[in-house]
């Protein structure tokens, strides 16, 4: 059976833009073999200080570009690979960026994105944004939905990011990008509630008739991969002054006290999606790779190009000690539903490769890539029999949550928080923006002077 092969990376770039150069030598490290995977989907998280991300547009070229160059870079070690961004969509500071092999974008049949904001009074400082996409093989559209987020911070905020998730399943409603290239589907399946940026490759503004059935996260023929800065960690509390000597180092040794293993069983997002309280019906690999956050300061300092993964014995993570290590930085997924697999165990969503990519001088985090496997076979919807076997017990037919009605309306709202924030923080927090309020300053007081002259 032939496959499609998405490769994911997740990466908080602390509001600073990368160094193409050192990125591109790792981005592709989680590749099983040197095979260039069919789609790439960065998933980036602060992406650009608040007064750029929240007015967005030209503003964000500065942090967006530097990863298309890298993406050039290391796709050109892959027998010469090409890539073109088919789409980037921000809210606020989170944003996504999606690529495909330039000699298979006529494969992609439609668009769709979602974006929701869940930080301050619902503003895009902390939120999630997705883009949901037909890709045809043959004669079949295979449809894939992919996330970025990033939730709330701090140990002692535990249930706020459980409430994060709920927010993000219940407003992320996907409306398509172009008006001429809607997918042909049902609405998706909620359970009854009570009453009581950048710009895309493809874009448009679809008509009042083009809008098709909300459609939220979870979808019956849909794929979904769920990556970003979840921020789960370790504790429920502030580490006490002198706990990190007891945090991980580098082992060969499992057993050792310090292997960062020993510290994986206190991973809050484990324990919640266990408890069914978070990220409900997904998966994730083993996590074979050191907490991904939090870097200090003098690590970030000697972050070089020509660091390896930084796993290995003799070397040293130096960890802030203001902050548990965690692993922040996740890559989630949904497994081929009960219909699919009844019918042909050999379709399956596989795992090649998961790892955290090297600490990047620019972030405390480190970013973590995924490269899938998945069986080039479209889900169906499944048939009345096959609900009656158990299928409607599956998270894409029964969603945790129910959508918003109020969604669009409350983004609207959120949209214009940002953009007085952004205008705000413009003025105030930046060099330029200090210029332009110098100059009206000086503007407004030479003005004055002239009117005082002629009243004089």
């Known amino acids: 059976m032939s496959t499609l092969n998405p490769y994911v990376v997740t990466f908080n770039c602390a509001r600073e833009p990368i160094d193409p150069s050192i990125f591109s030598t790792h981005l592709f490290s989680a590749l099983a073999n040197r095979t260039a995977p069919d789609i790439l989907i960065l998933c980036l998280q602060e992406i650009a200080p608040i007064a750029y991300s929240f007015l967005g547009g030209s503003y964000l070229i500065p942090y967006l570009s530097p990863f298309r160059h890298a993406i050039t870079i290391a796709a050109a070690s892959l027998d010469d690979a090409s890539y073109v961004n088919i789409i980037t969509r921000n809210i606020g500071m989170t944003a996504m960026m999606v690529f495909v092999l330039r000699d298979q974008t006529s494969q992609i049949r439609w668009l ?39 939730l709330a911070p701090m140990e002692e905020k535990l249930q706020r990011r459980n409430e994060d998730w709920r927010n993000i399943v219940r ?24 009453s009581n940026d950048t710009e895309p490759l493809l874009q448009a503004s679809p008509g009042e008739d083009s809008i098709p059935p909300m459609s939220g996260l ?9 990556a970003g800065d979840l921020n789960y960690r370790t504790s429920s509390t502030k580490p006490s002054p002198d706990a990190y000597v007891t945090w991980p180092q580098p082992s060969s040794d499992t057993n050792a006290k310090q292997h960062y293993s020993q510290l994986l069983p206190s991973d809050q997002l484990k324990r919640e999606m266990q408890a069914g309280k978070t990220c409900h019906g997904l998966q994730e690999a083993a996590v074979n790779f050191p907490p991904t956050y939090k870097y200090s300061d003098g690590a970030r300092s000697t972050a070089t190009s020509q660091q390896n993964d930084g796993d290995e014995d003799g070397s040293h993570w130096e960890w802030a000690k203001h902050r548990w290590p965690s692993w922040c930085d ?8 009960p219909w699919v697999r009844s019918k042909n165990p050999a379709a399956r969503v596989q795992v090649q490769g998961y790892k955290a990519l090297p600490l ?41 949550f129910g959508l918003n009605p109020l969604w669009m309306e409350q983004r609207e709202a959120a949209r214009t928080k ?27 007081l030479g003005g004055w002077a002239v009117v005082r002259s002629f009243l004089q």
């Not at 172009?178 to 009570?194: M, V």
């Not at 060099?431 to 110098?438: F, Q, Y």
Request: contains cysteine; proline residues 7%; aromatic residues 8%.
């Open 112 to 150: 769709e994105t979602a974006g929701v904001g869940v930080g301050m009074y619902e503003m895009g400082n902390k939120g999630a944004v997705g883009v949901r996409m037909g890709y045809s093989i043959g004669d079949s559209t295979l449809e894939f939905t992919f996330m970025s987020a990033h």
């Open 171 to 194: 407003g992320l409603v996907f409306m398509p990008v172009s008006p001429t290239a809607i997918r042909k589907n049902t609405a998706q399946r909620l359970p009854q509630e009570s």
């Open 218 to 226: 979870y979808t019956p023929t849909s794929h979904l991969i769920f």
């Open 330 to 337: 996740r890559v989630l997924y949904l497994d081929m539903p």
């Open 360 to 400: 990047m001088a620019s972030s405390d985090h480190r970013p973590v890539a995924c490269s899938f496997s998945i069986s080039a076979e479209a889900i169906p919807e499944p048939s009345e029999e096959e609900e009656e076997g158990g299928a409607r017990l599956d998270v894409r037919l029964v969603p945790p």
């Open 418 to 444: 940002e953009v007085m924030v952004g205008i705000g923080a413009y003025l105030g927090l930046t060099w330029e923006g200090r210029g332009i309020l110098l100059a009206i300053v000086f503007g407004a």
